[in-house]
Structure formats: structure tokens, C-alpha cells
């Protein structure tokens, strides 16, 4: 370990270079590794097994977790492990400041030995197939690596600690949430608007994730009632995001009946304020996201409503590839369901629901098949993850749909308008939502659908 001393010095000055501090301090380090079980351990007895890697920081600054320096060097050997970094700096006139930053869980160390470190530049994704490639923000020539750091990774990256915001939590408030129907249902006019006794509100910003944090319980906005086929979801891109049918080629969307699946097999619908980011690459499937919320399929016997919101405990999750994007299937339960209490992780649905998973990766596997698409694909094989890696999943989408209300992402053509978030950089006035939905045509009689709705297609897999 004290061969590593000089190298452990040096990054921890360029760090503090790069934030603007400018003396002549000496530099302690302690690094150890954060075991998944909580225990502390050295980092290694000897030389480390393989060069660094120069990463850039991922995260945009918010109002939650302001800007910080950014500069690290990690170790692709290490990625899916915790490492708590300690660093004591004085100064020449004995003060000292001891920051132990826990929150980048980044190695900042460098090889032992007599020469400069081989600075490896992270590689691009372009053979992904999945994914768009990235490339250097700036000069990649040969020993400006650890200065400019401007490769973006493909690797796993660390995120800061996450921070929910009052508006994401129902615990200590009741949810009032009623919709309101508007337009001609099975037409391009129909939508259902939200509203809670205050006013309208957006389904995709201001009902909040959890119904309770500490237990994990999250409020699911339920879009697609079960056995049914027409397409419906929070719009995105519209005024207030209500719920409507989605429209490909002018025409409103069904899914097929693929036998022996009639529409579709669980209520299905989405997590509020998630959002799965278009411009980042996620760090377990290495594809970027669909730009959606986060898909969930509630399993329970009920045959829930559309707009109605439910309180659902998450199992586990799937991850489809849909046309190169990852697309997260969380696999939930109501709470209120008979099955719930024996339900606490994925392990147990094939127990208590025999057959439920099998036929649910099979059914997102061929429903498109019938519109002459080729069948879809999985991360994983197909295998549905546990609940700590779907909580890991949805936080981390929260993280990323509170850096798109705040405006620091790019938003893409979504309306980020919110009526109750304060963080939200597009306030939308009570009064003006009012007008809107006030607007809006009268809910009517359902048109007519095509009985060929109702077709069977017999799909087989090769």
C-alpha cells in the first residue's frame, strides 16, 4: 500500500486542481471496499491487477446535488463493487480537512511503480448493436487523458446518493386523484384527464412515486386494463399528459390477440415521475432508454380501470430491448390483492403463479410479430431480475425524471409542465390547467371498433 502512496497523492491533487484550490497541501489516502455486506476490507495488499481508466462524472447538477469536482480514475476490475475513498489534506499551516466521499464510490488511485500511469481512454460503443457510439468531447492525444478526461464511459457509472423531494411521496397526505374523461372513446378525441382536490394535475409529474418510501410501496398509474387491446398511455409530449390512444400511420393503435393471450394479460401501466433517458446509456443493458415512463405490469386478480392509480409493491423487472432502447417491464403487485403477502421478490411468483412469468416474456416477445415486426429481445435471456435490482432500476429513472423537470436534461419534445412540483422549471397555473380541461369536448358515446380487433394469430417462435 505505500508503494500506491505517490499515485494516491497525485489524483487527489488533480481533483482538487480541477475544483479551483490552489496550494501546496500533503495528501493521506485510505481506500477500502464497501462488501455487499457492509463490512470494510483493504482495497488490495499489492499492486493493483490492471491500469486505470479516465471517466467523466455523468450527473447534472441540481438543486438536490449541486456541482462538485468531477475528475476520477477507476478500475474496470472493480465495476459493480462499492469503494469508499478518504482523503485527509493539510495545508501548510496545520488545518485539515477530511472529506470521505462515499457519494462517487470511484476509485482515485494509480498503479504503484516508477513511471507515469497508463491512462486507457474508455472505448466507444459503436459495435454495440444496440446503441449509438460515443466519442471524445475534445483532444484524445496521447498523455492529455488524465488532464481532460474526455471520454465519456460505456461502463458502469456511479450516481450520487438519490434525494426524494416531498412532491415524490403520498405517505403523509391522502391521494385524491379522480380523472376526467373527455371526447369520444375509440377516436382520436378521447382523453383522460387527472385531477385531485385542488386541481388538474399531470399523471406524469405530479401523482408522486411512493405511496410509502420507507416500505417501497409505489403509486401506479394504470393505462391498459387487463384483457383489453387498445393501446393507451400517458401522453408525453402533450399539455397536462393525459391518457390517450397511441396512433401509428394515423390509425389508433390495438395490440393483437397472439392465442393464447387476448389483449393485454396483466393491468398494465406506468411509475410517475420515472423516466427512462433517451441520452443515457443504461449501465446494465448498455442501450439508451425509450424516453417513457417506466412500464409496470401488475399481476393482481383485479381488473383495474383506466386512470385509476393503484399502490403496488415491485417484484422483480425484465428487461425487453424494443428496435435497440431499453425498456423496463416492472413486474408488480396491488398491495390490496389476496396474493400480496406472499408475494415479497420474483422467486415467488413462479411459486404462488406458476407459468406467469414464462407466459409473460413470451407475450412481449411476439405481440408485434402480427404487424410484421420481428420478434423482440431481452436482456438477461429473458430472465426476470429481483426486487433490490428493480428499486435500484426505478430510483435510478426517478433520478433521471427529476434532471428532466428541473430542465437539465434534454427533454425531447416532452411537456414537463407540472402543477405541484416546486422544483419543476415549467410551473403551469391552476387556472390555465382548469381552462383546458374545461375545454375540452364532453365525454360521448364509444365509436364502433373494427371486429377484426378480435382476430386470433396463431404465432410460433423458431
Not at 495488499?45 to 455523468?58: D, E, L
Not at 516508477?114 to 449509438?132: A, D, F, M, R, V
Not at 425509450?290 to 386512470?307: F, H, L, Q, S
Request: charged share 20%; with cysteine.
Amino acid at each position: 500500500m505505500q508503494r500506491l502512496l505517490p499515485w494516491l497523492a497525485l489524483a487527489s491533487v488533480l481533483c482538487l486542481g480541477s475544483a479551483g484550490v490552489f496550494f501546496t497541501p500533503s495528501v493521506k489516502n485510505n481506500i477500502t471496499l464497501l462488501m455487499p455486506d457492509g463490512v470494510l476490507v483493504p482495497l488490495w495488499p499489492g499492486p493493483p491487477p490492471s491500469p486505470p481508466v479516465a471517466q467523466r462524472w455523468s450527473h447534472l447538477p441540481s438543486a438536490s446535488s449541486p456541482p462538485r469536482p468531477l475528475p476520477v480514475l477507476s478500475y474496470p476490475f472493480l465495476d459493480g463493487f462499492k469503494v469508499r475513498v478518504t482523503t485527509t489534506v493539510r495545508g501548510g499551516d496545520d488545518d485539515s480537512q477530511e472529506d470521505e466521499d462515499s457519494s462517487r464510490e470511484a476509485v482515485a488511485a494509480a498503479p504503484a511503480g516508477g513511471k507515469e500511469p497508463e491512462i486507457t481512454p474508455l472505448s466507444s460503443s459503436s459495435n454495440k448493436p444496440c446503441c449509438q457510439g460515443t466519442s471524445a468531447s475534445g483532444s484524445s492525444a496521447p498523455g492529455e487523458h488524465l488532464n481532460s478526461l474526455d471520454f465519456y464511459p460505456v461502463q458502469r457509472l456511479p450516481r450520487p446518493p438519490l434525494v426524494v423531494w416531498p412532491e415524490s411521496t403520498s405517505q403523509y397526505r391522502p391521494l385524491n386523484v379522480s380523472v376526467k374523461e373527455t371526447g369520444i372513446p375509440n377516436s382520436h378525441s378521447y382523453k383522460i384527464y387527472f385531477q385531485n382536490e385542488d386541481g388538474p394535475i399531470s399523471p406524469f409529474h405530479d401523482i408522486p412515486l411512493f405511496a410509502n418510501e420507507g416500505n417501497k410501496i409505489f403509486n401506479m398509474v394504470v393505462e391498459v386494463p387487463r384483457w383489453t387491446n387498445a393501446k393507451m398511455e400517458i401522453s408525453t409530449k402533450e399539455y397536462l399528459n393525459p391518457i390517450k390512444q397511441d396512433v401509428k400511420k394515423g390509425k389508433l393503435r390495438y395490440v393483437a390477440n397472439c392465442f393464447p393471450h387476448h389483449g393485454y394479460i396483466w393491468n398494465y401501466g406506468a411509475l410517475p415521475q420515472t423516466w427512462e433517458d433517451p441520452n443515457h446509456i443504461d449501465e446494465a443493458t448498455s442501450c439508451k432508454g425509450d424516453n417513457d415512463p417506466i412500464d409496470v405490469c401488475e399481476i393482481g386478480y383485479r381488473v383495474a380501470k383506466r386512470g385509476d392509480v393503484i399502490q403496488v409493491k415491485v417484484l422483480g423487472t425484465l428487461a425487453l430491448i424494443d428496435e435497440g432502447e431499453t425498456d423496463w417491464k416492472l413486474i408488480a403487485i396491488d398491495v390490496n390483492d389476496p396474493l400480496a403477502p406472499q408475494l415479497s421478490d420474483i422467486s415467488d411468483v413462479e411459486k404462488h403463479m406458476p407459468g406467469f412469468l414464462k407466459a409473460t416474456v413470451e407475450w412481449f416477445r411476439i405481440y408485434k410479430i402480427p404487424d410484421g415486426k420481428p420478434e423482440n429481445q431481452f436482456a438477461f435471456n429473458g430472465e426476470a431480475k429481483d426486487r433490490e435490482f428493480a428499486h435500484k432500476i426505478i430510483l435510478e429513472t426517478h433520478e433521471a425524471w427529476k434532471n428532466l423537470v428541473e430542465g437539465n436534461s434534454d427533454t425531447g419534445g416532452l411537456d414537463i409542465g407540472s402543477v405541484m412540483v416546486a422544483h419543476a422549471a415549467k410551473k403551469l397555473p391552476v387556472n390555465e390547467a382548469q381552462s383546458t380541461i374545461d375545454g375540452a369536448p364532453e365525454v360521448g358515446q364509444p365509436q364502433p371498433v373494427d371486429p377484426k380487433i378480435d382476430t386470433w394469430h396463431y404465432v410460433s417462435l423458431k
